[in-house]
Antibody, heavy 118, light 104 residues
Framework: QVQLVQSGAEVKKPGASVKVSCKAS????????IHWVRQATGQGLEWMGW????????GYAPTFQGRVTMTRDTSIGTAYMELSSLRSDDTAVYYC???????????WGQGTLVTVSS | TQLTQSPSSLSASVGDRVTITCRAS??????LAWYQQKPGKAPKVLIY???TLQSGVPSRFSGSGSGTEFSLIISNLQPEDFATYYC???????FGQGTRLEIK
């Protein structure tokens, strides 16, 4: 059974950075792009960017360009999303998801709540 | 490419047939997926490539459209279908703003 398991909830102060992990299992990690999507409480889904675990190539939504960094460690099948210069409006649940061949995100992590508060 | 879903919310009864529409600001061929999300859970893919049913999804869900106009149709609504639905385009990965389906 394919699984994406994310790291636990985080509380950060404004201006700090957060790094969320997403560990893949039961499939070949390097064969599928990993995307990151966030959702503020009561709001819709916001796409943040993607990483190709094989090449390490990334692509970021313009909203996050310069503030987000996506990386991976192929030796442990894990993708990471780091968001810097956190603001209160970055408080949200952050999801990783696997993309299948330009068709859909077929598996999702359980979500990681990041709270930004002074 | 921006996606505009309508309606933003919808009330219906068990057994009803409902249609949710997603309009793209420019043509995206059939690069569109539909998701269902329940409170506190990650989204779940229902339809991909505009009209292909994801494995394991009940056949009462169907999708249609191409280019700029797309629809998600749910026939014979069941209690477990009351949730929020999102469309997503797979060119630049943006999502529609969501449609909340509530019990009448």
């Amino acid at each position: 059974q394919v699984q994406l398991v994310q790291s636990g909830a985080e509380v950060k102060k404004p201006g700090a950075s957060v790094k969320v992990s997403c560990k893949a299992s039961e499939y070949t990690f390097t064969s599928y792009d990993i995307h990151w999507v966030r959702q503020a409480t009561g709001q819709g889904l916001e796409w943040m960017g993607w990483i190709n675990p094989n090449s390490g190539h990334t692509g970021y939504a313009p909203t996050f360009q310069g503030r987000v960094t996506m990386t991976r460690d192929t030796s442990i099948g894990t993708a990471y999303m780091e968001l810097s210069s956190l603001r209160s409006d970055d408080t949200a649940v952050y999801y990783c998801a696997r993309e299948v061949d330009d068709t859909a995100f077929d598996y999702w992590g359980q979500g990681t709540l990041v709270t930004v508060s002074s | 490419t921006q996606l505009t879903q309508s309606p933003s919310s919808l009330s219906a009864s068990v057994g009803d047939r409902v249609t949710i529409t997603c309009r793209a600001s420019q043509g995206i061929r059939s690069y569109l997926a539909w998701y269902q999300q329940k409170p506190g859970k990650a989204p779940k893919v229902l339809i991909y490539a505009a009209s292909t049913l994801q494995s394991g999804v009940p056949s009462r869900f169907s999708g249609s459209g191409s280019g700029t106009e797309f629809s998600l149709i749910i026939s014979n609504l069941q209690p477990e279908d009351f949730a929020t639905y999102y469309c997503q385009q797979l060119n630049s990965y943006s999502f529609g703003q969501g449609t909340r389906l509530e019990i009448k």
